[in-house]
């Protein structure tokens, strides 16, 4: 068998093979909980980033 047809039919099971393949699974739910929310109050009595710039 010349080598062209053994080419081409290891093209065709590679891509029959990619085609049957699975896709990768999707990561999981964030379970860590959201940070806390910090009010005015909070962050004059024990200091706090100063506060974000308008957002245009």
Aim: net charge positive.
């Amino acid at each position: 068998m010349s080598p062209l047809p053994r080419l081409a039919l290891a093209a065709l099971v590679a891509a029959a093979l990619a085609a049957c393949s699975q896709a990768p699974a999707a990561p999981g739910p964030e379970l860590s909980p959201p940070p806390p929310r910090v009010d005015a109050k909070t962050q004059l009595e024990y200091g706090g980033p100063p506060p974000r710039g308008p957002r245009y």
